[in-house]
């Protein structure tokens, strides 16, 4: 008999600084495998299976991720009666904000239109060790003003073979960033953060693995005076292939906005 499969994209939040990424893997804790243990819970008679507009990293948080939902024979109940007994279920590092229903037609991964990360950090003094899941802290004195203005050569399309880790034949590696930007952070803040920290703004339709994660790397490293203006330009050019390692923590990154088409 045919099945009849319903289609669903529901918006998540979490904390990412005690799961392994949010791909599901054998003996780790991770984002994907929390909620599909909760799904069997709350839908016990239910197949299913689901989807991530992407894979965050381990540590990595989200103040909004999306997946969706794949539902055979049974549609979920009213969504307004649903959610609160799914976020019941949930742990408390995993909130989910949204349900809506999509079409049989819409592609997670290929309607992606936006995403944008930000990556949260400070310099100098070390921080409250309630600052750890949130901030990287730079104990070395930053030149903040120069990664502001470097923080701009990212802008555009480019070749970031350079910004990704162990890179594969048939990776895409020119990307196009939109937006990117330091800033001062005003996105999370409590009592026991520094005066003052930052954030580094990315925003594109996609990016590869440790992208985000090795242009803040690079640019912490131009804070520090170990790289120049130079040596990021010339990570970007695919014919002097300068070759960058350092990869900032998954700690500091987080998933701030997914638009679709």
Known sequence: MKRTRYYYLIRIQYLGFRYSGWQKQP?????????????????????????????????????????????????LPNFETFLPIFNRNLPPDIRASDIKSVS????????????????????GEKNHPFCAPFLYNVIENLNISLMKEV???????????????????????????????????????????????????????GFMRYQIRMIMGALIQLGKGELGKQDILDSLNPDIKLRLTTVAPGSGLLLNEVKFD
């Open 151 to 205: 923080a701009a050569y990212f802008v555009g399309t480019h070749d970031f073979s350079t910004y990704t880790a162990r890179l594969k034949p048939n990776t895409q590696v020119i990307r196009t960033v939109d937006y990117c930007e330091i800033l001062e952070n005003d996105l999370i803040y409590g009592s026991f953060f520094p005066n003052e920290s930052y954030k580094l703004v990315v925003r594109g339709q």
């Open 104 to 123: 049989k037609d819409f592609n997670i991964i290929k309607n992606s239109k936006s995403k944008e990360y930000v990556y949260l950090f400070s310099y």
């Open 27 to 75: 003996g780790r804790k991770t984002v994907e495998g929390m909620l599909e243990k909760t799904f069997k819970h709350v839908l016990p008679d239910a197949k299913f299976k689901i989807l991530g507009s992407g894979r965050t990293d381990s540590k990595v948080s989200a103040l909004d991720g999306v997946f969706e939902l794949f539902l055979d024979d049974t549609p």
